[in-house]
Every structure is written in C-alpha cells, then in structure tokens.
C-alpha cells in the first residue's frame, strides 16, 4: 500500500521543534513506513531549514511557497493585528493555495492507494480533483467553529472517504455540527512513542528533593491559560516556598482568538477579550518591519502578574528540543495543563503522564478523554485558578498520592495511548478503505463478463 501524508502547511515536520500537529505526522509517518510505502508533503518555509528526504523510512517532499501566497498571508495576519477577523485562517481557501495544487498535482505523479489529509479540509476538492482513484481520509485534529462557515466545510467534505479525529469531543461535536458525514467520522487518537517514554520514574529521588517542581508544556497563548496558572501558583508559593514553576514553550506572537473559541460563544469571549486586544501600534511596527516588544505581548502580561519574589520561582525556557522536554516531563513532580478552550487532543499530559508523572488540568474538550480524575491526576473547571491550586496543592503535599497517581498514569498511557498500537488500527482501516473499492471493482467485472 502506498499511503501520503499532506501537512497542514503552518507545522514543522521533523525534529527536535516539531510541534502539535508535526509530532504525530512525523510518527505517523515513521509508523506507516514499517509496512508500506509512505511519502510527506510539508512547506518549506516552516521547516527550520530542514530539508527533504528520507526520514525513518518515510519520503519527506518541501514545496516552497509562492510570491503570491507569503504575500496573502503576511497581509491577512496583519490585519488581524488591528481587527477582529470572523474566518479562521485555517479553513480558508487563501491558506497557502498554491501548496495545495502543487501537492495535488505532485500526487497525481505518484499514484498513492491513500492520501491522509491534516487538518486543511481546503485541500481537499483539488487534491481530489486530480487524484480520483485515491481514498481520501482526513484527520482532523481540532474542532471547528460556527466562524468557519460549514456550509463550504460540507461541501468539501463531500470527496472526503473517511474522517479520522483525535478524540470522542471532536468526533461527537463533528457528528452534531455535520451530521451528513457521520457514518465516515471516526475516533483515531493521537499517541505517544513510547521508546521516548522507555525509563521508569525515580520516584525516591523526588521524595527526597526539597524543592517542588510544577511544569507546563505548550504553547505560552491565552487559550492555554497561563494567566489562571500563575494566580494559581501565587496561592501555590505562599504555603509551599520551595516550589518552582517551569513554562517552557512557544512565546511567539497571540494565537488567533477565532482559532481558539468560537464567536459565538459570549461567555468565554468575555474572559479572554483583554488578552485578545487589537494593539494598533504592532501593526505599523510589524509593517515597518521591526521587531515588537514584550510590552505588546501576552508574554509581557504574563511577567506583569509577578511579584519580584515570585518572578524569581517562575521561569519562561521558551522552544526547547524533544529530548529536553523529555527529561522535564521526568523531572517534575507535578504537571499542570490550565487551558481555557477545549483542547481537541493535548498532548502535553499524556506525555507528562507516559513519564509517571501526575497531571493537574482543565476539563477542557477531550483532556476528560485522557487525563481520568483522581486516578492519574486532579480535574478541575477552567477560569478557577483556586482549584488549580487546591489540586496542585494536594500532590506536592503527599508523596504517596504523587507516586500512585503517577504509576496509574503511566500504565493508561500504555494501555490506551502507544502509537503502535494506533498505527496498526490505522493501517487495517486504510486496508479496508481500499478492499471495499477493491470488491467494488471486482464485482463490476463479474457483471461485465455475465453480460
């Protein structure tokens, strides 16, 4: 079988700083690659110089972006700087277009029994368009919102064979909001490597360690709720002085808000709004082409809200490599994931719970699905930064509870959640995909040959 994988063209591919969507493409890719024939299509422009070729097994292929698109998306994010756009970037057509129909026609070439499509549904129509034959599947790996005008999802969706989503809140919410396409939209979680995640926590040595470490993973936006997490932690600090909080991610730029929150939900809208704000002055600095500042940055918001005692057992590590993160998640003794959206999958505790360590987090979309309350760690409703702390509180006050919590942790993840064993219920589902149109086929055949 020969299976392509097309990225959603905003993600880097290949480690170490390959992100939410790059980590399980690249594993993906790594897993298909054991049994099939696999090819992965990315945009040069997001691969931090990276350059194509063969990695684990699988074929990596860069097409650089045109003129034309840079400039549609350079203009389109800087408008967004100054007002509120209602279409997200990432269902519209105008995502780097080109891309796609260079990839479609690329495909064509190549003849693939299967084209696995993530995320860019806008993809879709063309690659089809020139690849008849193909049994499209695409996975998509966060909801979509009323602001991305499902009248043309649906439309899209119509070339589509199969619907994979990374979790029960996307496939159900997918089922509700586009209820045409049910009988072809299934769960296939993401997963973890477990070879990363090989070596047992040293539970023993964290006992004996004074100081207490709180650790979150992810990108530093206010849909992930850093700010709830440092109130928290100032509650947190003032009864346990020897604690400390690691932030290590993405800090670059807002993440858009109609990426991360439905428009039409008022209520959440109303808490995020000051961290969403339109700053005009970015937007002639960012046409200048200078560089802006922390002071027009959440980022900067976020080191507004400590105190000098405070700003001293909080650190910002900003991007590191895979293999860091891999000992942080180790490390620590708490992991702690406050988002305020709802998460379509969440990597981050997962991975946090693979190391044996226990998470603390928000019931935010399919975290409900992967993090099981007081079993492997504490959930708690967003926005409440008191029982963020409570829960973070109750860990690093009682070993036995961490150690416990942390070894159910790990032995979920390796019962639900190990990437084998998803690739493998991958693999069988495309080779069913392709055995149906296989019968088809044969069957026509049998009916030629009667007449």
Known sequence: MKIALVSY??????????GSVGVPTYSIADGLAKSSEVLVYGLEDWQM????????GARYRFFPSTAKDQLI????????????????MSSSRLLYPSFGRRVALDLAKEQCDVIQVQQASQYVPVIRAFNPNAKIVLHIHHEWFSQCNLPIIKRRLRSVDLLFTVSDYITRKTHRDIPEVADRCETMYNGIDMQEFHREKDYAVAARREEKRLLYIGGVWPHKGIHILLDAFKIVAARCPHARLDIVGSMGGIYPLEECFDLADQVSLRDVAPFFAKNPIALVKSKMGLKISDQE?????????????????VTFHGLRPRSELID??????????????????????????????PVVATRSGAITETVKDRETGFLVEKNDCH??????????????LRERMGRAARKRVVKLFQWDRIIT???DRYQSLCRVDSTANSLKEDVREAL
Do not use: C
């Open 49 to 56: 110089g990276a350059r194509a070729g063969v990695y684990e």
């Open 387 to 400: 029982a963020l702390a409570d829960a973070i509180l109750k860990l690093f006050e009682n070993e036995t």
């Open 73 to 88: 998306f350079k203009t389109r994010d800087r408008v967004s700087r100054l007002a509120q756009l209602s279409s997200p």
């Open 9 to 18: 063209p905003l993600t880097v591919l290949l480690p170490p700083y390959h």
């Open 297 to 313: 940055t959440y980022l900067d918001l976020l080191k507004a809200k400590l105190s000098r005692e405070l700003a001293g057992k």
């Open 425 to 427: 219920a991958m693999h």
């Open 328 to 357: 942080r998640y180790y490390n620590s003794d708490v992991f702690v994931f406050p988002s305020i959206w709802n998460e379509g999958f969440g990597a981050p505790p997962v991975e946090a719970m693979a190391a044996g360590t």
